[in-house]
Antibody
Framework: QITLKESGPTLVKPTQTLTLTCTFSGFSLSTSGVGVGWIRQPPGKALEWLALIYWNDDKRYSPSLKSRLTITKDTSKNQVVLTMTNMDPMDTATYYC??????????WGQGTLVTVSS | QSALTQPASVSGSPGQSITISCTGTSSDVGSYNLVSWYQQHPGKAPKLMIY???KRPSGVSNRFSGSKSGNTASLTISGLQAEDEADYYCCSYAGTSTYVFGTGTKVTV
């Protein structure tokens, strides 16, 4: 079955760079049509789509955060990495990674809470 | 790319039907039948309930249905049950392989 799990720091300081890793199993990111996305959710607030990477290394970013985000994949390790620069307290959120094979996110990780504070 | 607009809250009694709207623009909801809906219980990851505006994944109760007209998509929950109490989010394809989520709706039973 498909599973995904996010990992990374729980606390980062303002202006630092956040690096999150999504480790998955049950599918291959070298299979045509498959993608992995990142979505975040500030405490008590709505979901926000951040980035997507596809099997062919096509990368897409939220227009409002594009300048701060980088998404990469390591197919051999079944991992996708998201980096976000210049972290701010407003970036405090639970960060989710999710599997996408068609036009929707069908499998989600459990999420990881990242707090931005000095 | 602005968040899709959903009502903040919707409530209903057990057995009733409720409908949650999701309003976007001609650049997202209005241009594609690629709206999905997610249910999220407190402290849990979102769960896919509807995809491509009207389709239901296997395992999702047929009490959940979706529709779309113009720039607005809707999720209807019929025969409301206590377990349906959760937050619901719509999500639309917005072109060039980008996506946008809705503002979220809290359903109270």
């Amino acid at each position: 079955q498909i599973t995904l799990k996010e990992s990374g720091p729980t606390l980062v300081k303002p202006t630092q760079t956040l690096t999150l890793t999504c480790t998955f199993s049950g599918f291959s990111l070298s299979t045509s049509g498959v993608g992995v996305g990142w979505i975040r959710q500030p405490p008590g607030k709505a979901l926000e789509w951040l980035a997507l990477i596809y099997w062919n290394d096509d990368k897409r970013y939220s227009p409002s955060l594009k300048s701060r985000l980088t998404i990469t994949k390591d197919t051999s390790k079944n991992q996708v990495v998201l980096t976000m620069t210049n972290m701010d307290p407003m970036d405090t959120a639970t960060y989710y990674c999710a599997h996408k094979e068609m036009t929707f996110f069908d499998y989600w990780g459990q999420g990881t809470l990242v707090t931005v504070s000095s | 790319q602005s968040a899709l607009t959903q009502p903040a809250s919707v409530s209903g009694s057990p057995g009733q039907s409720i409908t949650i709207s999701c309003t976007g623009t001609s650049s997202d909801v209005g241009s594609y039948n690629l709206v999905s809906w997610y249910q999220q219980h407190p402290g849990k990851a979102p769960k896919l309930m509807i995809y491509e505006a009207t389709k239901r994944p296997s395992g999702v109760s047929n009490r959940f249905s979706g529709s779309k007209s113009g720039n607005t998509a809707s999720l209807t929950i019929s025969g409301l049950q206590a377990e349906d109490e959760a937050d619901y989010y719509c999500c639309s394809y917005a072109g060039t392989s980008t996506y946008v989520f809705g503002t979220g709706t809290k359903v109270t039973v």
